[in-house]
Structure formats: C-alpha cells, structure tokens
C-alpha cells in the first residue's frame, strides 16, 4: 500500500502562477511511475503529466509550455511547477503513484479567478 498525500492548491490570479507537491510513501519511491490529473467540476479526469522514475515527463496538450513535472527521489516527493495559469485550470489535482497498482492522493483545489 502505498499512501500519497497532496499539497499546495489554492486561489491565484489569472496569468499566475502556483506549485503543487505529491508525496508518496514507500521506499521503493525511484521505481514509481507517477503523474498529475486533474478534474473540473462536470467533466472528465483528465491528464496533466506524468513522469518516470527516471524523470522522463509527459504532457497533456493543454498544459505544454505552461506546467513543468519534476520529482525528488531523495526526498519521496513530486512537483507540479504551474505557470501561466487560467480560469480552464481549475480543477481539483490528483496525484498517481502507479507501482503494481494505481493510487490516489485525496486532491487538491486549484480555483484560477480574479
């Protein structure tokens, strides 16, 4: 079992900028395959980025050139640089830790409004 707890959400201006935080237990952590998702009210889980043990990243479409996905093996956590941010980002973010099996952070609101 692995937990995975998120940090960092809250309310920014447009044009904007905030940096998410996933941690994630286990010491196997380098191995893990992990990525950011993200729900808006109404819609579909979607895709931010995900990133490889080895800190090979993926990007949804929406997010290129804006959103950065970095991880620190020495310290079990992963980050989520958002830059450029607008009203079509907010969403509640989760976290994914995929290592045999998938699990979910509990989210964290990302409200984008001026």
């Known amino acids: 079992q692995v937990q995975v707890v998120e940090s960092g959400g809250g309310l920014v201006q447009p044009g904007g900028s905030l940096r998410l935080s996933c941690v994630a237990s286990?010491?196997?952590?380098?191995?893990?395959?992990m990525g950011w998702y993200r729900q808006a009210p109404g819609k579909q889980r979607e895709l931010v980025a995900t990133?490889?043990?080895?800190?090979?990243?993926n990007y949804g479409d929406s997010v290129k050139g804006r959103f950065t996905i970095t991880r620190d093996n020495t310290k079990n956590t992963m980050y989520l640089q958002m830059n450029s941010l607008n009203p079509e980002d907010t969403a509640v973010y989760y976290c994914?830790?995929?290592?045999?099996?998938?699990?979910w952070g509990q989210g964290t609101q990302v409200t984008v409004s001026s």
């Open positions: 990133i490889t043990g080895g800190g090979t990243a």
């Open positions: 286990g010491s196997f952590f380098r191995l893990y395959v």
């Open positions: 994914k830790v995929n290592f045999g099996a998938d699990y």
